[in-house]
């Protein structure tokens, strides 16, 4: 077996189930909720003095409400957007389909949201850079789950030009309205889950984005998913350490023209 297979087997255990009488006992270790220390917070804390933004509630919310049969049917990759804004409450319902929460554990263990996630612990933080939605200035905002409301994290946000060199020079990104960032914050199912976490995580990544694919359908609007982007510099931009909180998956969304719906 030649190098290059080595690093390919080496990288494919964390696809694997894991077989834990034979992992040496320096790549596992026991997961902090089996020795009673306190969980990690819910979502990432914040200034409690910050001005929040109020989105529109999901009770509130009618568009999106198409057969979902229709909305599956049509998901596809999007890749052109017109120069149309996101409207408030359409964004209030993507942030509601794809993190959106319907319980809090009385015990802050757990949360039961939009998309599933092992054991309730919902590892991803929502950061949004904002180009075009109507009532937001430009910026770079984080969604607040539990509060249902953004919080401002800086108006410094590049254009869209320099968001394209950002992402490896795929042009669409820099034509959207709204780009979602997920980041991970991989502690919150480490305290769960020990070796397990990695794998889960990145599945539900996939949880949040199909269901951001499938919401935009609903508004004629469309995203495409994006891996390829460069690590530090996209971490720097929405202020995650890169250790403690990286980005996972980036996608865009704006809205579609009739004739691509």
């Not at 990432?44 to 979902?68: N, Q, W």
């Not at 319980?103 to 996630?117: I, L, Y």
Request: aromatic share 10%; net charge negative; hydrophobic share 40%.
């Amino acid at each position: 077996m030649d190098k290059y297979e080595e690093i390919i087997k080496e990288r494919r255990k964390l696809l694997k189930a894991h077989d834990y009488d034979a992992i040496p006992p320096e790549e596992w270790w026991e997961p902090d909720q089996r020795k009673d220390v306190t969980p990690p917070p819910l979502q990432k804390p914040y200034d409690s003095s910050a001005e929040l933004i109020d989105l529109v509630d999901s009770k509130d919310i009618k568009v999106g409400r198409i057969p979902l049969y229709d909305a599956i049917a049509n998901r596809k990759s999007r890749r052109a957007f017109t120069d149309e804004p996101l409207s408030l409450e359409e964004l209030s319902f993507l942030l509601w389909a794809t993190q959106g929460v319907r319980e809090v554990d009385k015990n802050k263990v757990w949360t039961k949201r939009a998309v599933p996630s092992g054991g309730g612990r919902q590892p991803f933080e929502t950061y949004l850079l904002i180009y075009q939605v109507e009532g937001l200035e430009v910026g770079i905002y984080r969604y607040l789950p539990i509060e249902h409301k953004l919080l401002l994290v800086t108006k410094n946000l590049p254009d869209g030009d320099e968001l394209m060199n950002k992402a490896w020079f795929q042009n669409f990104i820099g034509e959207s309205g709204v780009v979602f960032v997920w980041a991970a914050i991989p502690y919150k199912t480490e305290w769960r889950y020990s070796l397990v976490s990695y794998k889960d995580i990145l599945i539900e990544a996939g949880h949040i984005c199909q269901n951001l694919y499938i919401a935009c359908e609903g508004i004629g609007a469309g995203t495409c998913a994006i891996a390829a982007y460069e690590q530090k510099v996209m971490d720097e931009l929405i202020q995650a350490d890169g250790e403690n909180e990286m980005t996972v998956y980036i996608s865009p969304v704006g809205k579609v023209s009739a004739s691509e719906e």
